[in-house]
């Protein structure tokens, strides 16, 4: 089966077109040649009946003088073969003529074009030709008189049988010879009008195959300006193909960029978890060790001591397992949300209760900005508690001793916003990018779960379909997000 390109069909159905278009061409004027020269033999020939009618007596009051019709009928046509000469009576009847035996067909005509020439309608009319079954040609008449009276009808066939042979018999050579001369014209123009459609039509086309062929994602960016916009009512498919393209490509550079990004800050989790683990695992296993091998010197207070720091690195372990856990579940759609409706400021009271004793230890300051009259939230109840855990667990962990945290509660029209403010140092700059997508590695000074804590309240927001942000300000870290009434 043979395959065509789009510009190959495209082009074949152009020639068609063509080739259909000068067919038609032709047609019409070859059609418009005929009625032409119909009108032009029908004027010339306008009063040719009626000088017959009016040469001779061809009918008296016992009807046709056959002998004379004959002879004047024979003289006319061997003057002008061309014509042919027959007398009709007032019905149409042939009544007289001069036709070979069997030529005529015929032994009516149809009265209705004569009455239409006789009353000098537009030109040419066609009338019945008497030697032929249906066919029809352009003709002459003239009423007939006798006594005084209508009798019949002079009717002339203007292009007659002898005519018809011998302009075919001559014609058929030139006619032959014309149509392939206009064949090879059209043919030939068609060619050069198709070499440049062709060219044009496929031009867009082509320039567009070349940037899909040479698209390569690697080097697509997405600070590229997407393509102008189309003109309105733009009905041009390949400028549509090619627009589209266009946003195509900068939404694949954007994706990709992303694709990179989300690669790169797994990477980044990866080494992080990797380092978090590497700490208390490694200190779990000297002291166990220490325990294995120096049991029988250890004193009882020793032994306590060391399964404590033991114990310790297992639970930081377990925490972070336990976080890792959770955050692939929050990832991979493992968390189906139970949406409900609750008081926020109950919630809170609750959450800070857990927290009291850590606060106090820490000789840190604990306070909530509630007004009056807030409207229920709707969420997951479990999942916001955790998120206000992880919020303000941080902030008691980087806010030094006698410092303040506070959590402002406020309404909007439809959203109600949770703000938790500390006292703390604050966010590094270098930070603040990637602050909810790649924890930091854990340092000697920081003893917590690697900073998946963020990136868990990052993500259960998330799913609440709201954005969790850290604003600007002067002292400490302030976090904001909201949730819909």
Same mark, same amino acid.
Request: hydrophobic fraction near 45%.
């Given at each position: 089966?043979?395959?065509?390109?789009?510009?190959?069909?495209?082009?074949?159905?152009?020639?068609?077109?063509?080739?259909?278009?000068?067919?038609?061409?032709?047609?019409?004027?070859?059609?418009?040649?005929?009625?032409?020269?119909?009108?032009?033999?029908?004027?010339?020939?306008?009063?040719?009946?009626?000088?017959?009618?009016?040469?001779?007596?061809?009918?008296?009051?016992?009807?046709?003088?056959?002998? @004379?019709?004959?002879?004047?009928?024979?003289?006319?046509?061997?003057?002008?073969?061309?014509?042919?000469?027959?007398?009709?009576?007032?019905?149409?009847?042939?009544?007289?003529?001069?036709?070979?035996?069997?030529?005529?067909?015929?032994?009516?005509?149809?009265?209705?074009?004569?009455?239409?020439?006789?009353?000098?309608?537009?030109?040419?009319?066609?009338?019945?030709?008497?030697?032929?079954?249906?066919?029809?040609?352009?003709?002459?008449?003239?009423?007939?008189?006798?006594?005084?009276?209508?009798?019949?009808?002079?009717?002339?066939?203007?292009?007659?049988?002898?005519?018809?042979?011998?302009?075919?018999?001559?014609?058929?050579?030139?006619?032959?010879?014309?149509?392939?001369?206009?064949?090879?014209?059209?043919?030939?123009?068609?060619?050069?009008?198709?070499?440049?459609?062709?060219?044009?039509?496929?031009?867009?086309?082509?320039?567009?195959?070349?940037?899909?062929?040479?698209?390569?994602?690697?080097?697509?960016?997405?600070?590229?300006?997407?393509?102008?916009?189309?003109?309105?009512?733009?009905?041009?498919?390949?400028?549509?193909?090619?627009?589209?393209?266009?946003?195509?490509?900068?939404?694949?550079?954007?994706?990709?960029?992303?694709?990179?990004?989300?690669?790169?800050?797994?990477?980044?989790?990866?080494?992080?978890?990797?380092?978090?683990?590497?700490?208390?695992?490694?200190?779990?296993?000297?002291?166990?060790?220490?325990?294995?091998?120096?049991?029988?010197?250890?004193?009882?207070?020793?032994?306590?001591?060391?399964?404590?720091?033991?114990?310790?690195?297992?639970?930081?372990?377990?925490?972070?397992?336990?976080?890792?856990?959770?955050?692939?579940?929050?990832?991979?759609?493992?968390?189906?949300?139970?949406?409900?409706?609750?008081?926020?400021? @109950?919630?809170?009271?609750?959450?800070?209760?857990?927290?009291?004793?850590?606060?106090?230890?820490?000789?840190?300051?604990?306070?909530?900005?509630?007004?009056?009259?807030?409207?229920?939230?709707?969420?997951?109840?479990?999942?916001?508690?955790?998120?206000?855990?992880?919020?303000?667990?941080?902030?008691?962990?980087?806010?030094?001793?006698?410092?303040?945290?506070?959590?402002?509660?406020?309404?909007?029209?439809?959203?109600?916003?949770?703000?938790?403010?500390?006292?703390?140092?604050?966010?590094?700059?270098?930070?603040?990018?990637?602050?909810?997508?790649?924890?930091?590695?854990?340092?000697?000074?920081?003893? @917590?779960?690697?900073?998946?804590?963020?990136?868990?309240?990052?993500?259960?927001?998330?799913?609440?379909?709201?954005?969790?942000?850290?604003?600007?300000?002067?002292?400490?870290?302030?976090?904001?997000?909201?949730?819909?009434?």
């Amino acid at each position: 089966m043979i395959r065509l390109t789009l510009s190959q069909r495209l082009t074949a159905v152009f020639f068609a077109l063509l080739l259909a278009c000068g067919a038609a061409l032709m047609w019409i004027q070859m059609r418009s040649t005929t009625l032409h020269e119909q009108e032009t033999v029908q004027r010339l020939s306008r009063g040719l009946a009626e000088h017959i009618a009016r040469s001779g007596e061809l009918m008296d009051a016992r009807g046709m003088r056959g002998g @004379d019709v004959r002879a004047l009928f024979g003289k006319l046509m061997a003057v002008n073969p061309s014509v042919e000469v027959y007398l009709l009576d007032d019905q149409g009847r042939i009544l007289g003529h001069d036709a070979p035996e069997g030529h005529l067909k015929r032994d009516r005509v149809d009265l209705a074009p004569v009455q239409a020439l006789l009353r000098d309608e537009p030109l040419p009319i066609l009338g019945d030709d008497p030697r032929s079954v249906n066919g029809r040609k352009v003709f002459n008449a003239a009423p007939l008189w006798v006594q005084g009276r209508q009798g019949g009808y002079i009717y002339v066939v203007l292009v007659g049988e002898q005519r018809e042979a011998l302009a075919a018999n001559v014609a058929g050579t030139g006619v032959l010879r014309t149509t392939l001369w206009s064949l090879a014209i059209v043919v030939g123009l068609g060619l050069l009008a198709g070499a440049f459609a062709f060219g044009w039509v496929t031009r867009p086309l082509r320039r567009l195959t070349a940037r899909i062929q040479g698209f390569d994602v690697d080097q697509a960016s997405p600070a590229v300006a997407p393509p102008p916009p189309l003109r309105p009512g733009e009905r041009d498919e390949l400028a549509i193909l090619d627009h589209s393209f266009g946003l195509m490509s900068q939404r694949l550079g954007e994706q990709w960029q992303q694709l990179r990004e989300q690669d790169l800050q797994r990477r980044e989790l990866v080494a992080n978890i990797s380092h978090d683990l590497r700490t208390p695992l490694s200190s779990l296993h000297g002291y166990l060790e220490t325990l294995s091998l120096k049991d029988a010197t250890l004193t009882a207070e020793e032994r306590q001591r060391y399964l404590g720091i033991a114990l310790a690195q297992s639970q930081k372990v377990g925490r972070l397992a336990q976080a890792l856990f959770e955050l692939a579940r929050l990832e991979h759609g493992g968390v189906v949300l139970d949406m409900q409706a609750f008081s926020l400021p @109950d919630l809170l009271q609750d959450v800070f209760q857990k927290f009291e004793l850590a606060a106090e230890a820490r000789r840190q300051t604990l306070s909530a900005d509630i007004p009056p009259r807030l409207p229920s939230v709707r969420a997951d109840l479990g999942l916001i508690e955790r998120v206000l855990t992880n919020l303000l667990d941080n902030a008691i962990r980087h806010t030094p001793e006698g410092g303040r945290i506070t959590v402002s509660l406020r309404a909007e029209t439809d959203k109600v916003w949770v703000r938790v403010a500390d006292s703390g140092p604050g966010i590094a700059p270098e930070r603040r990018a990637n602050l909810f997508h790649t924890p930091p590695a854990l340092g000697s000074q920081r003893p @917590d779960s690697g900073g998946l804590g963020l990136l868990i309240v990052h993500r259960i927001v998330q799913l609440h379909g709201g954005q969790i942000r850290l604003l600007e300000s002067e002292a400490g870290a302030v976090f904001e997000f909201a949730l819909p009434v």
